[in-house]
T-cell receptor, first 111, second 115 residues
Framework: ETGVTQSPTHLIKTRGQQVTLRCSSQSGHNTVSWYQQALGQGPQFIFQYYREEENGRGNFPPRFSGLQFPNYSSELNVNALELDDSALYLC??????????FGPGTRLTVL | DQQVKQNSPSLSVQEGRISILNCDYTNSMFDYFLWYKKYPAEGPTFLISISSIKDKNEDGRFTVFLNKSAKHLSLHIVPSQPGDSAVYFCAAIAGYGGATNKLIFGTGTLLAVQP
């Protein structure tokens, strides 16, 4: 059974650029959630996708958007990057609202 | 507005002794609570959980206690082992079993178990 994988591991961007982060959910899972973990903070919920539809969103601006594909993998897109977007981005997959399994994260640095 | 708070950023414990990690919450709609452990360069991994209808849940060396009236939960690790050294996050869900399993996390406590 393959766990949750994320790519890339690390990424450096400059202010104003756009970034796409990718997540492959664990086999058998149909729900993906994205979290942002800033330095010294706990993960904060960005949004969740269930069967390709957004199913809940946290307090993040519209420049944070996402997609879920038919194979249940997912993308997180961030437009017009700001310095405060520097963080670890975590993806978690689950079967519906059952236990979430986290990937290792993507470390984004915005210069 | 921090709905889940872990007021101790770090904790150091001797191997074999008890580790007690604390968590407070403010939202009375939370009905399910979880503890996650996180090693560097890895995602959080689920450790133990408790429903709001219970006041204690045990799994091997790990026990979680919930005091609803005080809006407080704690994780006890007995005996502590060096491999337990990690960041521990407390998390909560409002409306468990409903339409979403959105987790609200605390800021984490770094546990160091000294050999």
């Amino acid at each position: 059974e393959t766990g949750v994988t994320q790519s890339p591991t690390h990424l450096i961007k400059t202010r104003g650029q756009q970034v796409t982060l990718r997540c492959s959910s664990q086999s058998g899972h149909n729900t993906v959630s994205w979290y942002q973990q800033a330095l010294g903070q706990g993960p904060q919920f960005i949004f969740q996708y269930y069967r390709e539809e957004e199913n809940g969103r946290g307090n993040f601006p519209p420049r944070f958007s996402g997609l879920q594909f038919p194979n249940y993998s997912s993308e997180l897109n961030v437009n017009a990057l700001e310095l405060d977007d520097s963080a670890l981005y975590l993806c978690a997959s689950s079967w519906g609202t059952s236990e979430q399994f986290f990937g290792p994260g993507t470390r984004l640095t915005v210069l | 507005d921090q709905q889940v708070k872990q007021n101790s950023p770090s904790l150091s414990v001797q191997e074999g002794r008890i580790s007690i990690l604390n968590c407070d919450y403010t939202n009375s709609m939370f009905d399910y609570f979880l503890w996650y452990k996180k090693y560097p360069a890895e995602g959080p991994t689920f450790l133990i959980s408790i429903s709001s209808i219970k006041d204690k849940n045990e799994d091997g060396r790990f026990t979680v206690f919930l005091n609803k009236s005080a809006k407080h939960l704690s994780l006890h690790i007995v005996p502590s082992q060096p491999g337990d050294s990690a960041v521990y996050f407390c998390a909560a869900i409002a409306g468990y079993g409903g339409a979403t399993n959105k987790l609200i996390f605390g800021t984490g406590t770094l546990l160091a178990v000294q050999p």
